[in-house]
């Protein structure tokens, strides 16, 4: 053996399901090539990052040894695997890969900031292969609710790694490549050190469904609607969306898309070739004219999110369309974790408008893109590796699938965000621990998840902010009294005065038995007065507000 | 017929699950006398309700009609009955009726506010009745997850009326009584005018399950785990912490109960002759000194809230218990919509620290205390009522209800909060809206959910808080530069100089540019000045905060 080694890093993807990067070394400790496996996002939340907009890894480190990075692979265009490469791009400056379709959606992320085309290089597949640095990279088709999913064979001098991607074991996706077990067997023939394995679904106990089994139970309440048909899925499952449109089509209706996610992936489906026979679809403007038990909307929002179709459509009139007493409106897509809500008010105001709306509850009008526990064992058993590396879930799905490999008889490593683990011995080891973080794309500024930024902004949320201001003259006396004014606070409490007047009488009394070594001292001007609001406060109304106090001297 | 009526008007309940709240009156119209059906509260979330304690209905309609209640009956203890009675108690001013059991949690929260004991009265069961006004009404006993939940029968003038409260039809619930439905059969026999109905459940295709059927499960489970055993459920489900004890006792191990709300209620439980059997509990200082290996605990925050014991246990030391690696930890219960985050973020700490989290995937350790659809339908043929009113449940429960209800020939009325509906005639008519809201506990305070409070929150969350100062003299000249406090936004920006620097520049060039009409007036200054940092602050960091202007004159 060299004194080189295979190093993986996870950044992100490997502690929560979302913002996948992945980092894979080989070199001397400490000079190791490196390539990268993904740039995904995550979406924020009002709990934890408020008026946040985008979450990915943050890249800190791999901006620090940029020379070091040959490429960016891409294994699918879902957001969580791709979302980032826009924003994340200048600062690594590697070319980034991808296959067609996959390709199609990372070039118009990366045009939003203006680069051009070439950036991203169009990659065959298996047996093909790229060359980066010490890395010989082949991407391996599997299946996955996206369209040219793919697993990566990476090559290194001291063996063979595959890094699964997001995948199923799906025979009949009915778009794009089915999982080919022979291949995989084949491909993994002369000895995989370590599988880099998806997690996501590693707690469901039953074999995953077929993309195919859901298009006769759609068929079936398409059928059976006796007035307008609206349903909504994944914008990127493009097999699913034109499962429903096929469903509508049958039915005799005509097809119309919603949303721009939606048209948009339909649209890179088609000009990469992926989608061959999708039906014709119309335009809002004319199927406005069609009577509605003629028309089928595909729609994009099916998280709930605000903004979307299904939301907007919930809420009234969106691109001339109103859903009315009797139509139907169909979840083709389950509700991840967090958006229940979202989810849940949306069908609340479709039952205030009288529209029935059918969700997966039944089990029939969705299937998982992801593999089930017993699929994890079946690849395991198909590539053979010497070590299971667990990628893509929360803690808890990471350790499941380590028992998993286990109970097989297999090495599994547990490696969460920032564990650089070295793959080159018998067994995998700790090399090193990166800081692994969360940047948060915040308007256009990216900002670290620890600046405190989010912080404060959570905290004004809770706790409403007061704002004090306080005038000093050039003798460092008070010159008229000090105001308050509140945000996101009740107008009186306890005593029923106003309670500005309670706090600024409190702040004057303050003031006015100051002396001056606090007159003179704008930090102790500044706690005696946070510390006065929040003690009137609480004491008012209960609460301690977040407090700003603004000393202003004309001196 | 008399030109008297009877009224049932939701305040709380119809429309959510929480917060219930339901009114019945008899009388002339505009003159009936009012009984109140529980004080319920709902809880706060990040996204729509930060920082507020507790929601419940909006009772202004009640106050102003104050002189026209007779009564307020509680149903059972759960929060969403009973939470709000401490809150309201004082703008009532009625006496309350409920039965020993909630009586004494409702004695629990009067008591926080300083009232005695004799505000809330005992009453007995069914045939046992009060007299309230025109109004005659007894507990009728029904299963439900607490102890003593009961429907209630209402006679009036015009015939029976039968709320029920929340409910399931179990036979054996183990703790409390059963579900009887000769009783019920026979109090119903007379007829029924309206019966008010449970809907949360209506949706769940299946007749519900007993809670006796939870018991062999816990008891294998808890029998084969191999060290410390943490079982957590609803507090108030009495019947789940005794069978949890019970198993634990079975197995060999010593019960010790953590959370105060789990011991309030097994307390109470005891004091009421409720719960006669439960095995010795020992301290938690008591438990510190017994092997793992014989310990159970049962544990508060089976919903992820932070501070219960569930969610300190996942972080770390709690009342001197720690949790290791091969501890079990079970969720008796299931994930209310919108807990599944910090139910999940607990389970993930648990996993990073080796301990095994069993859940209710598998449907065999809870049982849900609602009755499903085939359970409605069964309640419905026993009471034979002339007309079904769903309530506690969204929109898209009631609306399910009455689908089911007039599937099986029956009429239904959906009733939202704030519609008050006539039940006197044949057909039930809508007899009059009221504003129907919510009021929020926020610190010591009840605000109104309309009063932009909390709007004002939600918005410095997302978009940050930017606070002016302008300073003016005597002749109403800017005295210095205008000076800016940044709250929850980045300090710099696309052009890399600090945020605060670039708008305090811009704001420096309006006053610069601003003539006597502006200066000397504080609202065109305010206006003046927020537009130019929302608008300076999106060109700089792609946001545009909430802004506070402060204008302080020398003059």
Known sequence: MSNERIIYLPLGGAGEIGMNCYVYGYGKPG????????????????????????????????????????????????????????????????????????????????????????????????????????????????????????????????????????????????????????LWAE???????????????????????????????????????????????????????????????KAGRSICLLGRAMRRMIEAAIETGVLTDFPRVVSTEDAAAIPRENLMLIVTGSQGERRAASAQLSRGKYNGMELKEGDLFLFSSKT?????????????????????????????????????????ARLHEIVQP??????????????????????????????VNGMMIDLSGNEPTVAQWIDAGRTYLDGSVQIGAMDGIVRDRIRMALNGHVVVTVILDEDDEPLGEPWCELKGLPETGRSHAPLVEVLEEDLSQFLGRAGDKTLTDDDKIEEGMRRIVRNTAQNEIGKKPEVTVVVSRLS
């Open 386 to 415: 010497q070590i299971v590396v667990p990628m893509h879930g929360e803690h808890r799905h990471l350790r499941e699938h380590v028992k998993l490999a286990k109970s097989k008889g297999r090495a599994g490593v547990l490696a």
């Open 187 to 249: 491909v993994s023939a002369p000895g995989v050190r370590a599988l880099i394995c998806d997690s996501t679904n590693v707690f469901s106990p039953n074999p995953g469904r077929s993309e195919v089994e859901v298009g006769p139970e759609i068929e079936k309440l398409v059928a059976s609607a006796p007035q307008l048909v609206v349903a909504t899925t994944f914008a990127s499952n493009v097999a699913r969306v034109k499962t429903l449109a096929d469903a509508g089509s």
């Open 336 to 376: 991840i974790p967090g958006n229940e809500k979202d989810v849940i008010r949306i069908i609340n105001n479709f039952s205030e408008r009288g529209v029935d709306v059918v969700d997966d509850s039944s089990g029939k009008y969705h299937v998982s893109g992801h593999a089930n526990g017993p699929d994890l």
């Open 31 to 182: 000079e190791e090539r490196l390539i990268v496996v993904d740039l995904g996002v995550a979406f924020p939340d009002m709990d934890t990052t408020p008026g946040v907009d985008i979450i990915f890894a943050d890249i800190a480190w791999l901006v620090e040894n940029r020379a070091r990075i040959e490429a960016v692979f891409i294994t699918h265009a879902h957001e969580d695997h791709v979302g980032a490469v826009g924003h994340c791009f200048e600062r690594l400056g590697a070319p980034i890969y991808a296959r067609a379709f996959t390709a199609n959606i990372a070039r118009g992320k990366l045009a939003e900031y203006g680069y051009s085309e070439d950036t991203v290089r169009t990659a065959s597949k298996w047996p093909e292969t790229i060359k980066a640095g010490p890395f010989t990279v082949g991407f391996l088709p599997i299946s996955h609710s996206i369209p040219e999913s793919s697993g990566l064979v990476i090559d290194t001098p001291q063996g063979r790694l595959i890094h699964t991607g997001d995948f199923k074991l799906d025979a009949q996706p009915l778009v794009g490549e089915a999982f080919d077990p022979d």
